[in-house]
Structure formats: structure tokens, C-alpha cells
């Protein structure tokens, strides 16, 4: 058996920690000293130990309505992104253990409607491969954050066979929410249930999570919901209203879409470290799947210049396994549009963190900053960060510049072309899976990129006249463009039967093929008409 699992599998050991009233104002300290600090608008945070599960800790702060002046409370729903799939997790292997399914068995087997590109996907594929990001395939989310119309669980099982792998089957560590999306829908399709009420049933209703909420819709109606900024110039900047994109995170919910609050969440930890299900022995296999790569928010190239020891080195069915300082924990970190959510579990010293902040890029860090400063004191540590070098981090350590990136600058390769030949390029452009792509073009700007809610003006290569770049604007994210600094950069190639783009996507490429329809006639094209049927008349 491997270590990670035996270490996973205590309930309590002799290193075992209670939370005392001394950490918890040094906790609530900490947290108010850095909060000004983070630029974040709204925090939620819990600590529970499984020693004195009944003297846990909750601390609330910041506004979940800046505009209205509306503070949260302990009350305010807030969505915790990707932590969501460890429930997800939880529901499908209890229904896997209702239906006599083990995560090895290959889906083909019960559902055999599950298609992919290759053969060999389609017909080994198992939920551990769905569950542990082992299928390898493209990420692809753009699919989805871009709002494409007609988008359901169903149409994703559909297309899910034109998706291109980014690597062999197994090879290798991807991320990939479309296939907890995919899994999920599986998993209600086999119980005869949603993926909501089965979450409800599972785990709501037995831990008497009352407050929780399984997609952003239902949150919206519960209300006391945290309302959505981004950072601009070093201000908040209320998010596009008018799009609401937390919308979004519904179309894939068993990867994401739910709500909760730290009181919730509390109870949800504490079933994690209690495991009276086995749920650990269960989801955990021996020699987790490598994740070969650091897992944090803080660049791995500054990482030894930090006073810690901390590595990433296995991911398992929605788990990281981390280590910090020497001690082994589990951790997974979600985003919304809205929020940043980091949840720790110490199965050894027997503690759960779950941290949740809004409001800008830092979000993440401070959850991060935050939750080492809580394992640092409930192991007897000196923390490392004071209520001073949460505001000054990553300095004295590290220049600042290194930590933060400032935002998208436009390559100096390419610069704004609104050449008329370009006219010729625009059309729509299809892909299999990812559906229609417009390319516009008007004598001011040049061409435009849209996909989706997706839009931005293409700029040339100053070498490469086929080649083009631009930064993806989101309307659902801003109606100013100026203000989304930290979208992903778009890169176009034009060729012979249509482009290649990565369409938003990091380290992906995909080709797409251009409609029969007529090309737009241009003043030179026009000119080699008239040319042409002036010979023939001759």
C-alpha cells in the first residue's frame, strides 16, 4: 500500500490538534491586518479540528456589495469553484457502489454512448481516467466560458468525440473540467437523478447543510449572494452586470457551479475527517497519478526563496496531495468569475481550512497565504508571515514584480492592420467541436475575432502577414475592454482551407475550416474580375 494512503486513511493520531481561543485571535488578526491589503472585496473563512470538531472557527469580512454597501455575513453564499468536485466525487462513487460499478470499470460497459476520437479512449475509458485527469485531452473550456448557445451536459456528451488529445491516453497529468462535466452527467444518468439532487441527497440533506446551493442559478434565487469584481489599475471594478457570468459555471456544474458558506463548508470538513463512509479509502488508489508540477499560486521559480518547504506531488480523485513544511495534507484550490476558494485537509494532524475571497487577482494568494499561516500555527510553528509580511509579500523575500504579473501587453511583433487585403480573411470558420468562429472585418479596425461572447481586433505580425494576435475581451466580464488585462491571448494563423487558433486556450491548437461561403469581394478582387471578363469579351 502506498504511504499517501495509509496517512490518509487515520482518523486521529497522537500529533492530533485542538484550536484554541489564543489561535483563533491570532488567526482573526492576521486575516484583518492582511485584508486591506488584498485588494479583495469580500472574505469567508472556517477551521475546524477533528480533536473539538464543536470549538470550530468562522470569520467573515469585507462587502459583498461594495455599490450598496452590503457586508457579508456568515450567510453569504460564496461559490467555491473546483472544490466542487470532491463532491461530485463523493456522489458518483456512492452510486457506483449502488450500481455495482468500480472506477476501473470501462463506461463503454454500462454507457456505451461515451465516444472519443480515438478507439482507444472510447473503449477503456473509466471514471478514475474522467476523475483523475488522466484522459489527456485538450482542456477546451472556451467552449464553455464563452457561452456557446444550446450548450447543456447532454450536447457536451455529444461532442465530446470531435475533442483532440493533448497527449497519449494516460500519459500524462491534464486538468480537464469538461470531464467532471462529463462524468457527472454519466453518474445521474446511472442513478436516474440529477446532479444536484443527488448532491442534495448525499451530502446537503445528511450534513444538514442547509445553506448550500448546487449551481449559481439557485443561489441567485436563495440571494445573499456575493456580487462579482475585477481589478482595474489597482481599484475594483464591478464586473458586466448585464451578462451575468457566473452563469457560466452552471453549464458545467459537476466541475464547479456549487454555492456555500463557512458554516456549511465546516460541517462538510468535518464529515471528510470524521470519513465514517471510507470515502478516503475508497476514492484513494495506491501511487497516485503524478502531477509533475508544482501546485500553487506563487511562481515555482520563486519558490525556494521562500522561508517554506512545499511541494505538490500526486493528484487522486479531486485531491492534490501537498506537502508543506515536512507535513503531508490534501488541498484543491476553485475559481469562479467571482471567487477563489482553497480548501486544506491534514488527515494526520486532523484539521480542515477552507478559505474564500473575491474581488481580484490576489484572491488567490491571499487564500494561500492565509491557510499557511492556520497550518503553521495548529502545528506548533512560529509562522513565517506576521501581520506586517502579509502586506509587504512577497518581499522582504522576493521583489514583488517577480509574484504579480501587469497585465497583457501587446506583443511588439505585432501592431494594429486594417490593410484591405485583410477583407479577404473574413468569413465564419468551423470546428466540429468547438462549432462556428466569425472573423469580421471593416475598414477602421481591420479584422475582428468573435466566438461566442468572445470578441477582439486582430493585430498583424509584423514578419508573418498570415499570423495574428489579439487579447480575448469578454462582454460578460466588462463592457470595457481596458479593464479584462488578464484574459488569455488569442493567436490566429490564417491558411489555405481556413486558420488555426489556439482560441483562448494555453498550449492547445486548433484547426478550423472555413464555410463555402462566398468570400467578400474586395476593390482588388473587383478589379481582377472586370480584368478578367475584358480579356473575354476581347
Known sequence: MSPYVFLLALVSCTCAVKLTEEMKDK???????????MNTAGFTMGVITLEDPTNNFTFVTGKRNREENIDVDESTLFGIGSTSKALTTIVANKVLIERGVTWDTPIKEFYPDLLFKDQQRSDEVTFRDLFGHRTCLNRADSIWTSGTEGFTLDFLLEKIQHLEEMCPFRSRFVYNNLMYAIGGRIVSILAGKSWSELVREHIFEPLDMDQSQTTYEESMARGNILVGYTEFEGELVRRNSDVNADLLIDLVRPAGSIHSTSNDMIKYLHYLLQDPDNQFDNLFWEDGFPLNMWMSVVKSSIKNKLPINTT????????????????????????????????????????????????????????????????????????????TTICTFPEPWVNSTQVYASGYDSSPSYSADNSS??????????????????ITYDGEEGLTYIYNRFNCVLHRHKSYDKKFQCTGFAPHVSTDPKVVRDYRTIEIEFTKDGLKTNIMEYGEEYTFTRSNAAKPVTITGLLVILVTLWHVIV
Open 27 to 37: 488567526i482573526k488578526g492576521f486575516v484583518e491586518s492582511g485584508f486591506p491589503c
Open 312 to 387: 505538490s506531488s500526486d493528484y487522486t480523485l479531486s485531491w492534490i496531495i501537498n506537502q508543506y513544511q515536512g507535513e503531508e495534507f490534501l488541498f484543491h484550490g476553485g475559481d469562479t468569475f467571482t471567487t477563489s476558494t482553497f480548501i486544506t485537509i491534514s488527515r494526520d494532524r486532523g484539521y480542515g481550512i477552507i478559505c474564500s475571497s473575491t474581488g481580484s487577482s490576489q484572491a488567490r494568494t491571499a487564500n494561500q497565504l492565509y491557510s499557511w499561516y492556520v497550518q503553521d500555527l495548529l502545528a506548533g510553528r512560529e509562522p513565517w508571515l506576521n501581520e
Open 421 to 438: 487585403d485583410l477583407a479577404d480573411y473574413a468569413a465564419t470558420y468551423t470546428h466540429p467541436f468547438f462549432g462556428d468562429l466569425n
